[in-house]
């Protein structure tokens, strides 16, 4: 009965999980509702008394506080600069003064009006706006831009959530099994811990990479120089037209695949007709000196017709 009945705590706690994450996130307080409920008494306040007039005001409205939002900011930006070694030293001047840092850097080989450089920065959201415009306007003439914000808010409370749940949870079961008397009690139990706690580890992950996104913008930043070429990406018409564009696109790369292909093997190919010519020739050659010569022979005619012959001649005498 005794392992029955930790069996039993054990489902249950392990069922409370997805429940716990489910009324966490439904405890949370809507803004909207918390700010109505706030502006409440003060309406009431306002209100005239019994026995008073008062002229309603209409100009009165009620200001609602904003909710921190949780915004992942992701920018690209291309700038097409003169000197991009000495661009590159002024945008990480900028970025650094504003409190963010180099993530990554890639640079190609080219040299002079050819050289390209690639910067990943991160910078804090309150300076992200200001640095934008300062990178694409004091390094160069700006190519091209493209931003996208995401909102996480209700990502991260969820995340929060449920690694309060699980939490309470595994603190349970470890409670549990020091109560634990049998070897099979103990080890059910620990089954149950090592899952959870695989869980919890995932779920802390999860957070890390959130925070990590939201509390700093990332900016990619291409530097260019004034020979470099920079190929636009076209938007596919569709329809007929866009269809027909892809499948010349796929017809010229296929035929240029050939070719290269062909260029490859053709080299090969010459050794390898020129082997075979060589080796046809030699054969003829041996075959042409050791063959004997057939020796000439007489023709026999036939003893039927000697017969018939003999005969003939002897009656014409």
Partial sequence: MRKLAYGVCVTAIALSLSSCAGQSMRSIPDSGGSAENQAAPAMAESSPRPGKEAAPKRDEQVKLVA??????????????????VAAADTARRIVTTAGGYLSTEKSDTGYGDRASTSLTFKVPPSAYPGVLQRLGGELGR??????????????VADVESRLRSSQAALDSLRSLMKKAKTIGE???VEREVSAREADLESLQARQK?????????TLTLNLIGPEVTVEEPEEESPGFLG????????????????????GALLPWLAVLGLVGLAVVLLR????????PAAP???PVEPAETAGVSGP???EET
């Fill in 67 to 84: 909710q921190d939002r949780a915004i992942i900011y992701t920018a690209e930006l291309t700038v097409r600069a003169k000197d991009v």
């Fill in 142 to 155: 700006r190519e091209s831009l493209q931003q996208n914000t995401e909102d996480v808010t209700e990502q």
């Fill in 186 to 188: 103990v080890l059910d």
């Fill in 209 to 217: 990479t959130l925070a990590s996104q939201t509390s700093m913008a």
């Fill in 243 to 262: 269809g027909l564009r892809s499948g010349w696109r796929s017809l010229v790369s296929a035929v240029g695949i050939g070719l290269v292909v062909l």
């Fill in 284 to 291: 003829r050659l041996f075959r042409g000196g050791s063959a």
């Fill in 296 to 298: 000439d022979r007489e």
């Fill in 312 to 314: 003939a001649e002897t």
